[in-house]
């Protein structure tokens, strides 16, 4: 679990986070979401420690990133996975290579122990016997399981995914969607993911924070986000065709 305490962040004279308090529950999808300039990316970098607010706190567990010294800060690192907006796989190294990285990072396993472990998540990911191929040599699709794997192969106790379907067609956002809930509960991790995209909120949106010009202004979850009177949320959720038509269709049955 990650609790956000009273988090403010500031640029200059420019205020983007003005007092978050919330909390992400262990074994569940998180989700991020709200409109560009809300303050979403500050708050991932704000609990990934990349930056650090003017005030408020934020626990790991019952630790706070702020009173961590070198060797806690280190710890915390290795029980973190990231899933990057572009990926972020390495041209230069194989699939296999890709996923071994945080392995070579943070353990002194050999290389036998490596190798069966990147095995064990490319098959948790569907990609069995793709070892030896480059990231050029596969699909869009292929690469975020990739990059899934290379996530989830130090086993970390926390997931953080930065707009995951990106650059994907709808189907195989889904595919990536479902394998991010499915991981997250199998191995009961405290999953964020931050997400403009109201077919994630829909598919694994299970807690759900809105931000708006750096405020949560409203908490939930997938079926909560269609509810609710909230102008905010329902002018984010509706501002698609799609979400239009299913409002329509909504107001008519009362």
């Given at each position: ?46 609990l990934l420690g990349l930056f650090t607010p003017e005030e408020g706190r934020i626990y790991y567990e019952d630790k706070a990133i702020q009173d961590m010294d070198d060797d806690q800060q280190r710890e915390l690192r290795e029980n973190i996975g990231m ?100 991981i997250t509960h199998e191995f009961d991790i405290t999953t964020v993911v931050v997400t403009h995209d109201m077919n994630s909120v829909m598919e694994i949106g299970e807690h759900i924070n809105f931000l708006k010009n750096g405020l949560l202004v409203w ?36």
């Amino acid at each position: 679990m990650i609790t956000v305490e009273n988090v403010k962040k500031s640029f200059g004279d420019q205020e983007i986070l003005k007092g978050i308090s919330t909390t992400f529950v262990k074994g569940k999808t998180n989700l991020i979401i709200g409109q560009s300039g809300s303050g979403k990316s500050v708050m991932l970098k704000c609990l990934l420690g990349l930056f650090t607010p003017e005030e408020g706190r934020i626990y790991y567990e019952d630790k706070a990133i702020q009173d961590m010294d070198d060797d806690q800060q280190r710890e915390l690192r290795e029980n973190i996975g990231m899933l990057f907006q572009g990926g972020a796989l390495f041209d230069s190294m194989t699939i296999e290579e890709n996923v071994m990285f945080p392995l070579r990072m943070f353990t002194k396993q050999s290389k036998e122990e490596m190798l069966t472990r990147v095995n064990d998540v490319l098959e948790r990911v569907n990609l069995q016997g793709e070892n030896k191929k480059y990231p050029a040599e596969i699909s869009g699709g292929m690469q975020k399981r990739v990059s899934i794997a290379r996530a989830i192969v130090n086993r970390p106790k926390y997931l953080f995914c930065d707009e995951p379907n990106s650059g994907l067609d709808p189907k195989t956002a889904t595919v990536i969607d479902n394998l991010i809930q499915e991981i997250t509960h199998e191995f009961d991790i405290t999953t964020v993911v931050v997400t403009h995209d109201m077919n994630s909120v829909m598919e694994i949106g299970e807690h759900i924070n809105f931000l708006k010009n750096g405020l949560l202004v409203w908490k939930g979850n997938q079926e909560d986000i269609f509810k609710t009177d909230n102008k905010d949320v329902t002018d984010f959720v509706y501002s698609s065709d799609l979400f239009k038509k299913i409002r329509e269709v909504q107001l008519k049955g009362k």
